[in-house]
C-alpha cells in the first residue's frame, strides 16, 4: 500500500510562485510514473503534469512554460514548482502514483490534496 502526502499549497497573488510536494511512502516510487491532478469543486479533475520512471515530462497546455514537474528518488518525493500563478490556477492539487499490475492495467494512488488558492 502506498501513501501519499502532499503539502506547499496555499494562498499567493496572481504572479506569483508555489512549489507543490508529494512525499510516498510504503513502497519506493523511483519505477513507477507520477503526476499531478487538478480539480476545482463541482469540475472533473484535470491533468496538469506527469513524470515518468526516466523523467520525461508532460503538461497540459494551460501550465506549459509556468509549471515544472520533478522528481527525487532518493527523498521518494514528487514536487511540482508553479510559477506565473493566475487566479485560473485556483484548485485543489492532487499527486498520484501509478503502479503496474499488467501490461494494460495499473493502480493509481491519490493523495488527499493541497488548497492553492491565487487572489487577483
Known amino acids: 500500500q502506498v501513501q501519499l502526502v502532499e503539502s506547499g499549497g496555499g494562498l499567493v497573488q496572481a504572479g506569483g510562485s508555489l512549489r507543490l510536494s508529494c512525499a510516498a511512502s510504503?513502497?519506493?516510487?523511483?519505477?513507477?510514473?507520477m503526476g499531478w491532478f487538478r480539480q476545482v469543486t463541482g469540475k472533473q479533475r484535470e491533468r496538469v503534469a506527469t513524470?515518468?520512471?526516466?523523467?520525461?515530462?508532460n503538461y497540459a497546455d494551460s501550465v506549459k512554460g509556468r509549471f515544472t514537474i520533478s522528481r527525487d528518488n532518493a527523498k521518494n518525493t514528487v514536487y511540482l514548482q508553479m510559477n506565473s500563478l493566475t487566479p485560473e490556477d485556483t484548485a485543489v492539487y492532487y499527486c498520484?502514483?501509478?503502479?503496474?499490475?499488467?501490461?494494460?492495467?495499473?493502480?493509481?494512488?491519490w493523495g488527499q490534496g493541497t488548497q492553492v488558492t491565487v487572489s487577483s
Open positions: 498520484h502514483a501509478d503502479f503496474p499490475v499488467t501490461t494494460s492495467v495499473l493502480n493509481r494512488y
Open positions: 513524470i515518468t520512471s526516466t523523467g520525461n515530462t
Open positions: 510504503g513502497s519506493g516510487i523511483s519505477g513507477n510514473a
